[in-house]
């Protein structure tokens, strides 16, 4: 395995892709990378106002909504303190479990995929992942799971919209089959199984 990797993880939510970048990290570290992780949306000013956006706090239009995400991306991106690009540069191996892929399934519940990808360009050639790792789920899954553990409640929430985000995720992976790679690895296990696969994928990366 290299070292310096940019690995995303995805998948709806629930899919518990922060306890999975958890248990990864844990091994990179102790196969001797330098890790950073982070997650979104950013703690900055942007950042909340997409949480208050999504919790129903703050009204705003579909397309205002993608200009916050690509927005935050770039954020994430180009930080000087800790942008993904800055970390890379510095070594380090760095775990996402979103950076500009994620608003591809939400806002393509609201929007044409092609239009999100579109609005996603310039976050998406600034950098790509090494791999995208989905943990695929199933929507009622997913709801189980969120139930059991909400704090809070997000506009796209219900089974139907998951399904939706679900489908959007595989939509858009098609459509960057060839400039992102992606593996997928079944979500509807134990924690240390899923983390088992993703290590699988993490050593087939060249």
Known sequence: MKQNLFIALEGIDGSGKSTQIKLLAEKLIASGHQVYSTFEPSARPIGAMIRSVLKG??????????GLFVADRLDHLLNEQDGLLKKLKEGYTVLTDRYYFSS???????????????????SAQLLRPDVTIYIDISAEASMERI???????ELYETTENLNNVRNNYFKAFDLLKDEEKVFITNGNRLAEEIAAD????VKQIK
């Open 57 to 66: 706090e703050m009204q705003m239009d579909d397309r205002a909504i993608a």
């Open 147 to 153: 139930n059991k553990g909400r704090n809070s409640t």
């Open 104 to 122: 591809y399934a939400y806002h393509g519940t609201h929007m044409p995929m092609d239009w999100v990808i579109k609005a996603n360009e310039l």
């Open 198 to 201: 993703i290590w699988e994928h």
